[in-house]
């Protein structure tokens, strides 16, 4: 299965803003819902959005995402220490029937 | 409490079998598409197999159909992987997730292990 394109790292510092994109070759994200995931070292991954855009209840709106094109983009503002971590994107391919994870961007706030 | 609970990993031998559990609670587990999700050491998230809610449809990565099989006992609320020919690059913790719901996986376990070593 083909997976989505992630940047191994981004980093900044605290308070600042960092940009983590998702993108793929071919219609998946444009033709399915992109989700995003945040897994602290150690710990399991947790849903941060979901519907492209959305986040379930006690996501903070620091986390926001969009999505254009084949390609989907994680937000993450005011940069906390708690946030260092492991975010992943995904989406299942429709036409594979199979479901696709980008290759992991590790956060890192300087 | 909305809750995942995996078990069933350990160590293996190359060519052994093992039978991964998860016990849902807190949610409409009959209701929900659940799935196996594994993350080799150090890498990204792979996923593994999804099942329907009613258990009929199934659906697998390329990298283990044919060896893994996935399935599901409602009235126990509990899914099931069961893993045979394991490899070595079949080494990753294993989590169980409710979903993909509209692509997402809205509930984590928190992992189970597989080692394949000889």
């Known amino acids: 299965q083909s997976v989505l394109t992630q940047p191994p790292s981004v980093s900044a510092a605290p308070g600042q803003k960092v940009t983590i994109s998702c993108s793929e070759s071919?219609?998946?994200?444009?033709?399915?819902?992109v989700s995003w995931y945040q897994q602290l070292p150690g710990t399991a991954p947790k849903l941060l959005i979901y519907?492209?855009?959305k986040r379930p209840s006690g996501i903070p709106d620091r986390f926001s995402a969009s999505k254009s094109g084949t390609s989907a983009t994680l937000d993450i503002t005011g940069l906390q220490t708690g946030d260092e971590a492991d975010y992943h994107c995904?989406?299942?391919?429709?036409?594979?029937?199979?479901?696709?994870f980008g290759t992991g961007t590790k956060v890192s706030v300087l | 409490e909305v809750q995942l609970v995996e078990s069933g990993g350990g160590l293996v031998q190359p060519g052994g079998s093992l039978r991964l559990s998860c016990a849902g609670s807190g949610f409409s587990f009959s209701s929900s598409v659940m799935s196996w999700v594994r993350q080799a050491p150090g890498m990204g998230l792979e996923w593994v197999s999804s099942?329907?809610?009613?258990?009929?449809?199934?659906y697998y990565a390329d990298s283990v159909k044919g060896r893994f099989s996935i399935s599901r006992d409602n009235s126990k609320k509990t899914l099931f992987l069961q893993i045979n020919t394991l490899r070595v690059e079949d080494t990753a913790a294993y989590f169980c997730?409710?979903?993909?719901?509209?692509?997402?996986?809205?509930?984590w376990g928190q992992g189970t292990k597989v080692t394949v070593s000889s």
């Open positions: 519907d492209n855009n």
């Open positions: 099942i329907s809610d009613g258990g009929v449809n199934k």
């Open positions: 997730a409710k979903g993909p719901d509209r692509g997402a996986f809205g509930i």
């Open positions: 995904g989406t299942w391919d429709s036409s594979l029937s199979a479901y696709v």
């Open positions: 071919s219609s998946k994200i444009g033709s399915n819902y």
